[in-house]
């Protein structure tokens, strides 16, 4: 491939490299026997090198999800890419036995599970067409060596993966050309959910006209040549980059050479000052490239977009901050949303999101074997009955709450509860005596399928019999064990300004009163009492674990007395309806006896006054001096609008006699220690883990 810009050439060539980035699985994850890790969710039966199918297991929703972007558009005799979803799901731990499956002619879905040591190093795994290649949680790891998609092969997805570590000691190599991941005349190929790294050459290549790739939530980091595109004369390739975190990379970032369409946006491009990598530039169309870059954020880095002058790039919505040098657009462009639908988060909202949400995830799954024998003997497990809903009568029914009133009482197995995108102005509730219900938005975001109405605590019934209270007000009221939900917004739009004369403000999105209910991959908006996080009764255990999610409002808008976990996601703080900004973001009602709210590895931010909010207040409800509130914040991102002092007393009870506090947060809102900031010690937080909330459940996507 062609090189840096000449008056950067002789820079790269006296680069030094720094040091490995450490990455590690969380003890919880560990201990829960933590596997499967998505996006999307996930579960990988047991298996060494064998088909999951043979020993009953039909292949997992994760597994089986199809891509975006300009991966998803069908052409070339190929309707989107969905890997190996058709074939068996297989687990390997070797190199033969990857490269067995990886190579065979039948679609196979090739589970990870482990770290595989490629030799000779540098070896690019050949991979051919309809195969999916997921790692098993964080622990699928590919080392010195990556992944090679030759001419004509096509319908590959790699996901959820570590690649890292070809390096041969020459920061701008010319003799070894390794890398993570290289396509040469490739089509419908989706790489999501990574961690690239610290390669020879490459952490991704597209070359030779390779078409229909989706670049998507990948970490690429302590790289010379990242990712380049293109390099033939033709102007043939087509491709998204989206949500990626590129992080000490000097180059090629990516590098986009007569390429047809490229639609970058929502990526992360982030220099870190005081390290031996310095970028040399971001995002260069080159040849006649004709490029969209949106909604993207560049954070202290050189020459940030650059462009030939044969090339057409458009800019609109991105962000620069602490950057210099070369920074240019010109030239008219396409519009994506031709090819494909797609909702672009805000540039400011970018660093946060991508953060939390890009790499290879934890989701927690069936325990593999982790003896290295056989496997045991799986169960059949039934197939989940499906039911659609359409609002504008495309499928069975129109209305969320009627598909749930269609799912039988004491029902066994899964039922999922496929909604279309658009917004449905309704209320709905999950009856206790229905569990295993699955509510899923089946658009491309979680933003196009909307369930939202507008009660408050304080609006009349309709039949007169009073008003709704606060738990009544949800919009969405889960009370059946085993609630899922994924890819969807659940939103009250209760208008606080429209109603001052209205005694309750208070306006649920969403109430949970139930145990093991998966909010995956959701936004949950409203304003004051957004989320409620609760128990069937005093008495019952009521666990709730969110990843990968959205949660907005203002005061107390994540409540009550269940033990929840809200894991990588981004929490975002509003200003009240006369725009001050002052509020609250827990107000945990725990039992002495039980875990409270845990917000792990997430961002906490909003566009609010700084030093204007509370991380939590203690609300002991109803007076009940017995409760022990609790809200552990760690290895969690806070802005400045976080207050120095950020926890506070509620209702006559002082916080300090019970269970608040932080442990390695970050961010111009994080705090030292101190008696109005109590931090766990390490000790202390190694027994405040997610696997000590969730207490022997492994959430698994159904």
Do not use: C
Not at 146 to 153: D, I, R, Y
Not at 271 to 297: F, K
Not at 421 to 429: A, L, N, S, W
Not at 680 to 697: F, K
Request: zero cysteines.
């Amino acid at each position: 491939m062609s090189e840096t810009p000449a008056r950067t050439r002789a820079k790269a060539r006296h680069r030094r490299r720094r040091k490995i980035l450490a990455t590690g699985v969380p003890l919880a994850l560990v201990a829960a026997g933590a596997l499967a890790y998505g996006t999307d969710t996930g579960v990988f039966g047991p298996g060494s090198a064998r088909a999951a199918s043979a020993a009953g297991h039909t292949a997992p929703a994760w597994a089986t999800a199809g891509a975006d972007g300009f991966a998803s558009v069908d052409a070339l005799g190929q309707r989107g890419t969905y890997g190996g979803r058709d074939g068996e799901t297989v687990t390997v731990r070797t190199q033969a036995e990857l490269e067995k499956y990886a190579t065979a002619e039948e679609p196979y879905v090739i589970v990870v599970a482990g770290t595989i040591r490629v030799a000779p190093v540098g070896k690019e795994i050949k991979v051919r067409s309809d195969k999916t290649i997921v790692g098993a949680g964080t622990s699928g790891q590919i080392v010195g060596g990556g992944f090679f998609l030759g001419t004509g092969v096509h319908n590959v997805i790699i996901r959820n993966l570590t690649i890292r570590d070809s390096y041969q000691g020459v920061w701008n190599d010319k003799e070894h050309d390794f890398d993570a991941i290289q396509m040469d005349g490739a089509h419908h190929v989706w790489i999501d959910h990574n961690d690239l790294r610290h390669m020879a050459d490459g952490l991704i290549d597209v070359r030779k006209d390779s078409t229909y790739v989706t670049v998507s939530w990948n970490r690429l980091s302590d790289n010379n040549k990242t990712f380049g595109i293109g390099w033939t004369e033709n102007v043939a390739t087509d491709i998204t980059v989206h949500h990626n975190w590129f992080r000490e990379t000097e180059q090629r970032n990516p590098s986009t050479d007569n390429a047809a369409h490229a639609h970058l946006y929502n990526n992360y491009l982030e220099d870190v000052p005081g390290t031996g990598i310095t970028s040399s530039y971001g995002n260069y169309a080159r040849g006649r490239t004709s490029m969209v870059l949106e909604n993207s954020y560049f954070q202290g880095v050189n020459n940030p977009v650059i462009k030939d002058a044969t090339a057409s790039l458009v800019q609109r919505g991105n962000v620069f901050s602490g950057t210099s040098g070369r920074n240019e657009s010109g030239g008219t462009a396409f519009d994506p949303a031709r090819f494909y639908a797609y909702t672009p988060d805000r540039a400011a909202d970018v660093p946060g999101l991508v953060r939390a949400g890009a790499g290879p995830r934890t989701s927690i799954g069936v325990a593999d074997d982790q003896q290295g024998g056989a496997a045991p003997k799986a169960a059949t497990t039934k197939a989940a009955t499906t039911l659609t809903v359409a609002r504008d009568g495309t499928a069975r029914y129109r209305t969320v709450q009627a598909a749930v009133d269609a799912v039988p009482a004491g029902n066994a197995s899964r039922v999922v509860i496929a909604v279309k995108p658009g917004t449905y102005r309704e209320t709905v509730k999950v009856p206790s005596d229905k569990p295993h219900v699955t509510i899923q938005g089946t658009g491309t975001s979680r933003k196009q399928t909307v369930i939202t109405y507008d009660n408050a605590a304080g609006t009349p019934k309709p039949d007169g019999s009073g008003t709704y209270g606060t738990s009544g007000s949800a919009t969405v009221a889960v009370e059946a064990d085993d609630f899922q939900a994924r890819n969807l917004t659940i939103a009250n739009d209760f208008d606080e300004a429209a109603h001052q004369s209205l005694d309750g403000h208070q306006a649920v999105a969403l109430r949970t009163a139930a145990d093991k209910v998966f909010l995956d991959g959701v936004i949950v908006t409203g304003d004051q009492d957004t989320l409620l996080l609760d128990t069937a009764a005093k008495d019952r255990l009521g666990r709730v674990y969110m990843r990968d999610s959205y949660v907005v409002g203002n005061v107390d808008f994540i409540f009550g007395r269940a033990s929840a976990v809200i894991d990588r996601s981004v929490i975002t703080l509003k200003k009240r309806w006369n725009g001050t900004s002052a509020g609250y973001v827990t107000a945990p009602s725990t039992p002495a006896d039980r875990k409270g709210f845990l917000i792990s590895r997430s961002v906490v931010d909003g566009d609010v006054a700084a030093g204007s909010f509370h991380l939590g207040r203690t609300w002991h409800a109803g007076g009940d001096a017995a409760l022990d509130p609790q809200t552990t914040v760690r290895d969690t991102r806070l802005g400045a609008a976080i207050k120095s002092t950020p926890w506070s007393d509620m209702g006559g009870f002082s916080w300090k006699d019970d269970r608040f506090a932080e442990y390695r947060n970050s961010g111009p809102g994080a705090g030292a220690a101190g008696p109005d900031r109590p931090h766990l010690t390490d000790s202390q937080a190694a027994g405040q883990e997610i696997g000590d909330w969730l207490g022997g459940w492994v959430p698994t996507a159904s």
